[in-house]
T-cell receptor, first 108, second 113 residues
């Protein structure tokens, strides 16, 4: 099955810093999503991005499907960006394969 | 904003009791998922529905768990009898179809003593 690896596993930054989170996957996918789980446990869909680039405010994501990776960029980070960021992928079926997540802590 | 609604938010029960968790998917979404999240196992898929039909429940312990969609606005997950190892956060999620963004409810935090 598809393997999903996220890096780094942990990241601690000062407020205002920029960060790049990476998701590598082992096989072709046609479904890739980024989620943020905040400290209260809510899982928020950030991007549906099987290929290409999207931006939403301070967040943007790029997926290079041919090279089997996706990047999530967070600019001018805020304390509310803290939490765990998950990448999840699938190919031709419904079952998303989840990465282990990147735990991000933004210090004020 | 449309959102997935789950009830209850928290549930504490004693071992052996029946637990029912409810989910209202986003209107117009035809795929519904039940996930369980624990510190040890991460996010596990328990069940998947498409157009209210159960297509996959291989992630559920069959002897005690059951999932149903009596109508398009309600999905239920039942545990009978509950056990302490069932303690976890149970999430419901819905999507317009299998190749569209997945939206999660706030979860039900279950504690079985």
């Amino acid at each position: 099955g598809i393997q999903v690896e996220q890096s780094p596993p942990d990241l601690i930054l000062q407020e205002g810093a920029n960060s790049t989170l990476r998701c590598n996957f082992s096989d072709s996918v046609n479904n890739l999503q980024w989620f943020h789980q905040n400290p209260w446990g809510q899982l928020i869909n950030l991007f549906y991005i099987p290929s290409g680039t999207k931006q939403n405010g301070r967040l943007s994501a790029t997926t290079v499907a041919t090279e089997r990776y996706s990047l999530l960029y967070i600019s001018s980070s805020q304390t509310t960006d803290s939490g765990v960021y998950f990448c999840a992928v699938a190919y031709s079926n419904y079952q998303l394969i989840w990465g282990a997540g990147t735990k991000l802590i933004i210090k004020p | 904003d449309a959102r997935v609604t789950q009830t209850p938010r928290h549930k504490v029960t004693e071992m052996g009791q029946e637990v029912t968790m409810r989910c209202q998917p986003i209107l117009g979404h035809n795929t519904v998922f039940w996930y369980r999240q624990t510190m040890m196992q991460g996010l596990e898929l328990l069940a998947y529905f498409r157009n209210r039909a159960p297509l996959d429940d291989s992630g559920m312990p069959k002897d005690r768990f059951s999932a149903e969609m009596p109508d398009a606005t309600l999905a239920t997950l039942k545990i009978q009898p509950s056990e302490p190892r069932d303690s976890a956060v149970y999430f419901c999620a819905s999507g317009r179809d299998r190749a569209s963004p997945l939206h999660f409810g706030n979860g039900t935090r279950l504690t079985v003593t």
